[in-house]
Antibody, heavy 118, light 114 residues
Framework: QVHLVQSGAVVKSPGASVKISCKASGFSLSSYAMHWVRQAPGQGLESIGWITAGNGNTRASQKFQGRVTFTGDISATTVYMELTRLTSEDTAFYYC???????????WGQGTLVTVSS | DIVMTQIPLSLPVTPGESASISCRSSRSLFDPVDGNIHLDWYLQKPGQSPQLLIHTLSYRASGVPDRFSGSGSGTDFTLKISRVEAEDVGVYYCMQRLDFPSITFGQGTRLEIK
């Protein structure tokens, strides 16, 4: 059974960085793209980008380019997202997800709340 | 990037009535290689992660009641909910994945019970 378990809530100061983990079980990270999506308070879902850990390919949405890094550790079955130069506007729930590709097999982590506050 | 636009943004519904949500993409989501339209619908219930309702335009995800249906063409799509129930409350999103892994979401439609 597929499970995605994310690291816990964190509070960061403006200008700091945050690194969130997403541990996968029930499938091989080598075979799937893993997405990162965020939801700020009162806002909609926003794609941050994705990583295919098998070949190391990554892409960040234009809004986050230069500020986000995606990494993966196949042996640890974990993917990571690091976001730098945090501002209050980065306060949000961050989700990792294995998005369905047409077979309806769609899986999301439980979300990680990142609060940016001085 | 493909832009997804949903209307309405807020949708009050009386239990038992039907509801429809529209979504439009800035370009066609039809893929001539596989013949599919790469448009999905998600529901995010309060305090939960998003859950897939409909994939590839009109296919219900596992466990989704047949009260939910998806339809549309290359750029215009509709999610219909028949006989709305209290458990249907939440925010509905359309999402395109034509150029997967790149994806984009609509702004979301908040369904509330009158």
């Amino acid at each position: 059974q597929v499970h995605l378990v994310q690291s816990g809530a964190v509070v960061k100061s403006p200008g700091a960085s945050v690194k969130i983990s997403c541990k996968a079980s029930g499938f091989s990270l080598s075979s799937y793209a893993m997405h990162w999506v965020r939801q700020a308070p009162g806002q909609g879902l926003e794609s941050i980008g994705w990583i295919t850990a098998g070949n190391g390919n990554t892409r960040a949405s234009q809004k986050f380019q230069g500020r986000v890094t995606f990494t993966g550790d196949i042996s640890a079955t974990t993917v990571y997202m690091e976001l730098t130069r945090l501002t209050s506007e980065d306060t949000a729930f961050y989700y990792c997800a294995r998005i369905n590709t047409g077979m309806g097999d769609d899986h999301w982590g439980q979300g990680t709340l990142v609060t940016v506050s001085s | 990037d493909i832009v997804m636009t949903q209307i309405p943004l807020s949708l009050p519904v009386t239990p038992g009535e039907s509801a429809s949500i529209s979504c439009r993409s800035s370009r066609s989501l039809f893929d001539p290689v596989d013949g599919n339209i790469h448009l999905d619908w998600y529901l995010q219930k309060p305090g939960q992660s998003p859950q897939l309702l409909i994939h590839t335009l009109s296919y219900r995800a596992s466990g989704v009641p047949d009260r939910f249906s998806g339809s549309g063409s290359g750029t215009d799509f509709t999610l219909k909910i028949s006989r709305v129930e209290a458990e249907d409350v939440g925010v509905y999103y359309c999402m395109q994945r034509l150029d997967f892994p790149s994806i984009t979401f609509g702004q979301g439609t908040r369904l509330e019970i009158k």
